[in-house]
């Protein structure tokens, strides 16, 4: 799995939205479908009744969120919107989305301070639609006290892309982040989402496809894999059933000096651990 820095993801999209012809409202309508099902599928399976607050800021982060709770709505989930206006300041794309949720039956609410909003909310889960991959740097007047808010609530925190106020290439963090119990990174996971502090932040990652084309990933230099348990698994050779502790090669560790054991055991233990068939460790006598 490939991982990918703030600014090869808006490369990515420029390219998806300019040479191939994908409007970037039909790749937000991907994203904010794709991450509803996710969370019916995975959270909150049935989702009809279940309280859902989702928080939206101005950019196309918001308008992600906008769709999560459109599509939410749609499988009669209880939807509260408290977006960051006004909405003649927000990205074309989230003010379309904004406009498409007026028409529904969805309590929608500006939020121009916290006065405005309770002490604790009712909702059993809570979508952060804040900030996306574009921000950077410390968040700060409202935005960044509604990052407080949410980390106050009981709720389970749902990230859409990445944690609200977190760094996507350095996983750092200025000022206020929203803890989140899952993250949903769009297309491509970020870097930070797995770079402590961020990793942590996050939850737990699963990435959601949001329609572009494979042909278009391989013009980029997306140098950098996420290792996982698959990925190292196909790089295994088979062992055969008949195997022996011949089979699976020979190693000779030289390791370890007077006070200093450690070594020589990890690395031979180690070996065993990877499959290795026949380890001698090499070491001084006083050893």
Known sequence: MKLVTAEQMRAIDRETIENHGIPGPTLMENAGRGIAERITGLIAPPIEGVAVAVFCGKGNNGGDGFVVARHLAEMRARVSIYFIGPPELMSEDCRLNFERVRTMNIRLTEVT??????????????????????????????????????????????AVDLPSGLNADTGGHDGAVVRADFTFPLALPKYGLFVSPGRELAGEVQVVPIGVPDDILAHFDLAVDLITPELVQDRLPVRPPDGHKGTFGKLLVLAGSFGMTGAAALAGEAAYRCGCGLVKIGCPRTV
């Open 113 to 158: 301070s916290l006065a405005a909003l309770p002490e604790a909310l009712e909702a059993d889960l809570i979508v952060d639609a804040i900030f996306g991959t574009g921000f950077s740097g410390a968040p700060r007047g409202l935005p960044g006290e509604l990052i407080e808010y949410i980390n106050r609530q009981n709720a389970p925190v749902i």
